[in-house]
């Protein structure tokens, strides 16, 4: 591994637990795109990388928010029942498709929760403090 690959590992991970401490998106929101553009891994290593990264970064993360009071386990728990079942499913189509339609669907669920979530910030105009 080169210095430049190892250091470009090392801001993906920091800025990722830094963005995913903020707005709690997925490591593999941050992950599979530095990885792909700035490490050239292919999209389908990046996503597996991804997948092994952001265990650590989601158990202290839920750990941090847990202490102040903002974790609901019963959501989270219902959310991971058939969180690993679906993995499984998409690893397996993963490995099938080709690289181009990994990126092009990866870009496009991307978009399409930045448009719901912008629009829904956008109609609220809360302005209190997230954690109060």
Aim: glycine letters at 16%; proline letters at 3%.
């Amino acid at each position: 591994m080169e210095a430049t690959d190892l250091i470009g590992l090392l801001v993906i991970g920091g800025a990722a637990g830094v963005v995913s401490g903020l707005v709690g998106v997925g490591g593999g929101v941050l992950f599979v795109p530095g990885l792909v553009l700035f490490l050239e891994e292919s999209q389908v290593e990046a996503e597996a990388t991804s997948l092994f990264a952001v265990v650590g970064v989601a158990a202290v993360g839920a750990y941090r928010q847990g202490g102040y009071g903002n974790l609901r386990l019963r959501d989270g728990l219902l959310i991971g029942v058939l969180s690993p079942l679906g993995v499984v499913v998409g690893t397996v189509v993963a490995n099938e498709v080709p690289e181009r339609a990994l990126q092009i669907s990866f870009a496009a669920v991307q978009l399409f929760f930045a448009y719901r979530l912008a629009r829904r910030a956008m109609r609220s105009g809360e302005e209190a403090p997230s954690g109060a």
